[in-house]
């Protein structure tokens, strides 16, 4: 990146000078963030920053693309240690978050799919498999006021077979989960953002800021300064380097996916063990990632990268259970860094005069980041 004195009149008027309003990362928090501001503030000059020198440098390019709001496993993990109000409340929040996307970007848009989401059981889960027959009922009365869908978790062992999988005795289907091109989505969002007259540059990485009494003046490393009015965080993993006391950690998830496959059978979304594996068809291909829970001292890192223990993991999954009946040859693998913390919730705050953060978004961010963005801009705006 150039340096100040390098920039020319014209850029840094343009770009850098008047700015009321910084938000610092564009995932698909910071983007909705200046989407739903611009709403509220017509007038005001904002922009859009990220350090990845092309793309953004996160999570939101780089996720599964679930449209997922809560298999019955990962509800049932988390009641042990969450009253239930607070467990479907948060149901709740990626059930709307997922329309509020849904209403913004447009299916075409986001290559939406409502396929519906399956939970895989072996003979080792013949505990947690009872205690979902028995929390059925229960759970699809929950489900049914949140998203209107009478009977969404449905035994579907019967589909085993069709999906060709080897060592699953037992199917639960989510019916109202989806899957998004996550590519399109984020690419969909960035266009609507700058057709609205908010700049979105890659290539900056924010480093600090002063407060004098005007303005902000934020420092890039970048050699130059960005005076603002307001600045809103949306780091998510990184929100750390900003701001140091922040309860948010990062945590590395590895991905991988397969040369087009001909006559694969799955289709959908697949959650395995409360949903530390996932899988899903991109097409005719297979996209499969987890495995931070055989590692997660080292999957604690702001580093991407893939490892061999979870990668030959992955790989070993995809031959005895997911695709034991295909021969199959791994495309590309990849990693993005999630935001974690003790709790699921993400945090939405004013951090201190003129600044703002929402981070912290786990696994769930393309079901809830729609709404913390607008959320976020709420809040800086009024
Ligand atoms: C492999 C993987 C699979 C996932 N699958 C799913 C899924 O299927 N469904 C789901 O709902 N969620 C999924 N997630 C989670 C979801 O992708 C995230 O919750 C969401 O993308 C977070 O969005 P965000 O905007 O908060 O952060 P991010 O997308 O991470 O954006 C933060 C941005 O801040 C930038 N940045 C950081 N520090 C600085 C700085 N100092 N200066 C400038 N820029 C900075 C980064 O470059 C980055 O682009 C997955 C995540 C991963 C990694």
Same mark, same amino acid.
């Given at each position: 990146?150039?340096?100040?004195?390098?920039?020319?009149?014209w850029e840094?008027?343009t770009?850098?000078?008047?700015?009321?309003?910084?938000i610092?990362g +564009?995932?698909?928090?910071?983007? /909705?963030?200046?989407?739903? %501001?611009? $709403?509220?503030?017509? !007038?005001?000059?904002?922009l859009? @920053?990220?350090?990845?020198?092309?793309?953004?440098?996160g999570?939101s390019?780089?996720?599964a693309g679930?449209?997922?709001f809560?298999?019955?496993t990962e509800l049932?993990?988390?009641?042990?240690?969450?009253?239930?109000?607070?467990?479907?409340?948060?149901?709740?929040?990626?059930?709307t978050?997922l329309?509020?996307?849904?209403?913004?970007?447009?299916?075409?848009?986001?290559?939406?799919?409502e396929?519906?989401?399956?939970?895989?059981?072996?003979?080792?889960?013949?505990?947690?498999?009872?205690?979902?027959?028995?929390r059925?009922?229960?759970?699809?009365q929950?489900?049914? +006021?949140?998203?209107?869908?009478k /009977?969404?978790?449905?035994? %579907?062992? $019967?589909?085993?077979? !069709?999906?060709?999988?080897?060592? @699953?005795n037992?199917?639960?289907?989510n019916?109202?989960?989806?899957?998004?091109?996550t590519?399109?989505?984020m690419?969909?969002?960035?266009?609507?953002?700058?057709?609205?007259?908010?700049?979105?540059?890659?290539?900056i990485?924010?480093?600090?800021?002063?407060?004098?009494?005007?303005?902000l003046?934020?420092?890039?490393?970048?050699?130059?300064k960005?005076?603002?009015?307001?600045?809103l965080?949306?780091t998510?993993?990184?929100?750390?380097?900003?701001?140091?006391?922040?309860?948010?950690?990062?945590?590395?998830?590895?991905?991988?996916?397969?040369k087009p496959?001909?006559?694969?059978k799955?289709?959908?979304t697949?959650?395995?063990?409360?949903?530390?594996?996932?899988f899903r !068809?991109?097409?005719d291909?297979?996209?499969?990632?987890?495995?931070?829970?055989?590692?997660?001292?080292?999957e604690?890192?702001?580093?991407?990268?893939?490892?061999?223990?979870?990668?030959d993991?992955?790989?070993?999954?995809?031959?005895?259970?997911?695709?034991?009946?295909h021969?199959?040859?791994?495309?590309?693998?990849?990693?993005?860094?999630?935001?974690?913390?003790?709790?699921?919730?993400s945090?939405?705050?004013?951090?201190?005069?003129?600044?703002?953060?929402?981070v912290?978004?786990?696994g769930?961010?393309?079901?809830?980041?729609?709404?913390?963005?607008e959320?976020?801009?709420?809040?800086v705006?009024?």
């Open positions: 990146m150039e340096n100040v004195s390098s920039l020319s009149f840094r008027q770009y850098f000078e008047g700015v009321d309003l910084l610092v +564009s995932g698909i928090v910071g983007l /909705n963030a200046a989407r739903a %501001a611009r $709403h509220l503030k017509p !007038n005001w000059k904002i859009v @920053v990220d350090r990845g020198a092309i793309l953004p440098y999570a390019t780089r996720n679930f449209a997922c809560g298999s019955m049932l993990d988390d009641l042990k240690n969450n009253a239930e109000n607070d467990v479907f409340d948060l149901v709740q929040r990626r059930w978050g329309q509020r996307l849904r209403n913004v970007i447009g299916d075409k848009n986001l290559g939406y799919e396929l519906g989401g399956y939970e895989l059981f072996s003979a080792a889960d013949k505990l947690v498999w009872k205690e979902c027959l028995n059925l009922d229960g759970f699809n929950q489900l049914e +006021s949140i998203c209107g869908k /009977n969404n978790y449905e035994v %579907a062992t $019967h589909e085993i077979e !069709n999906f060709g999988f080897s060592g @699953v037992h199917l639960i289907k019916k109202g989960e989806g899957q998004v091109d590519g399109k989505m690419k969909s969002l960035l266009s609507l953002v700058r057709e609205k007259n908010v700049d979105v540059l890659n290539g990485d924010i480093k600090a800021w002063q407060q004098n009494e005007s303005a003046l934020v420092d890039t490393g970048n050699g130059f960005i005076p603002t009015q307001q600045l965080i949306t998510n993993a990184f929100a750390k380097q900003l701001l140091p006391d922040i309860l948010v950690e990062p945590g590395r998830a590895q991905v991988l996916i397969t496959i001909s006559e694969l799955v289709k959908g697949f959650h395995i063990e409360k949903g530390y594996y996932y !068809n991109v097409g291909r297979l996209l499969l990632g987890g495995g931070r829970n055989l590692d997660f001292k080292s604690n890192t702001y580093e991407f990268g893939t490892t061999s223990k979870v990668q993991h992955l790989e070993n999954l995809l031959s005895t259970i997911i695709l034991p009946k021969t199959f040859e791994i495309d590309q693998r990849w990693s993005g860094i999630m935001g974690l913390g003790p709790v699921k919730s945090i939405i705050q004013k951090v201190e005069e003129r600044i703002y953060c929402a912290r978004m786990g769930m961010g393309v079901a809830i980041g729609t709404q913390v963005g959320e976020a801009a709420a809040l705006c009024n």
